[in-house]
T-cell receptor, first 114, second 114 residues
Framework: NAGVTQTPKFQVLKTGQSMTLQCAQD?????MSWYRQDPGMGLRLIHY???????DQGEVPNGYNVSRSTTEDFPLRLLSAAPSQTSVYFC?????????????FGPGTRLTVL | AQSVTQLGSHVSVSEGALVLLRCNYS??????LFWYVQYPNQGLQLLLK??????LVKGINGFEAEFKKSETSFHLTKPSAHMSDAAEYFC????????????FGQGTRLTINP
């Protein structure tokens, strides 16, 4: 199993540009999440999904869109990038059921917005 | 709302010394608690978790943590530090609803001195 994969690893955008961060998992997990990691702030939840066709907002959803058309994929879209979105983005997945099920994290995407 | 506070953004210990990373949480209901580790340029990996039952939880790589309800703490310890333990450590609390939405602490960077 590849686990959770993310592409690209690095990305530089100009203010106002759009892009999609890709996330895929091959563990047949129902739940998937996007977090951003900023120095001194830990990880903060952006959006999450409990299954195909179902998404919801996390703690910091503004400026980001998500969709979940398949169990495997959960892309994160930045419609108009801003410097405040410079961060490291992590995708995670876990089995449904208990709220203490382990979340498996991808390797991250480091995004810089100029 | 749940929250997590990690005391000390940087901790430095000598190889072979005791490792103690502090975590306090706030939760209106009995929490599920986690410690994750992030090695340089990698995603997060679960070290250990507390759900219910025994308050002393053992994890991978010789780490353990004790849940103390009266102190709202979940400190992480390892009796003897190894150079390979150098990483960033995150304490997290889970909500109790269906989808697991982790709330992370700010993180503690552990440095091991030879």
């Amino acid at each position: 199993n590849a686990g959770v994969t993310q592409t690209p690893k690095f990305q530089v955008l100009k203010t106002g540009q759009s892009m999609t961060l890709q996330c895929a998992q091959d563990m047949n997990h129902e739940y998937m999440s996007w977090y951003r990691q900023d120095p001194g702030m830990g990880l903060r939840l952006i959006h999450y999904s409990v299954g195909a066709g179902i998404t919801d907002q996390g703690e910091v959803p503004n400026g980001y869109n998500v969709s979940r058309s398949t169990t495997e994929d959960f892309p994160l879209r930045l419609l108009s990038a801003a410097p405040s979105q410079t961060s490291v983005y992590f995708c995670a997945s876990n089995r449904q059921g208990e709220p203490y099920n382990e979340q498996f994290f991808g390797p991250g995407t480091r995004l810089t917005v100029l | 709302a749940q929250s997590v506070t990690q005391l000390g953004s940087h901790v430095s210990v000598s190889e072979g010394a005791l490792v103690l990373l502090r975590c306090n949480y706030s939760s209106s209901v009995p929490p599920y608690l986690f410690w994750y580790v992030q090695y340089p340029n990698q995603g997060l990996q679960l070290l250990l978790k507390y759900t219910t039952g025994a308050t002393l939880v053992k994890g991978i790589n010789g780490f353990e943590a004790e849940f103390k309800k009266s102190e709202t703490s979940f400190h992480l310890t390892k009796p003897s530090a190894h150079m390979s333990d150098a990483a960033e450590y995150f304490c997290a609390v889970s909500n109790l609803q269906g989808a697991q939405k982790l709330v992370f602490g700010q993180g503690t960077r552990l440095t091991i001195n030879p």
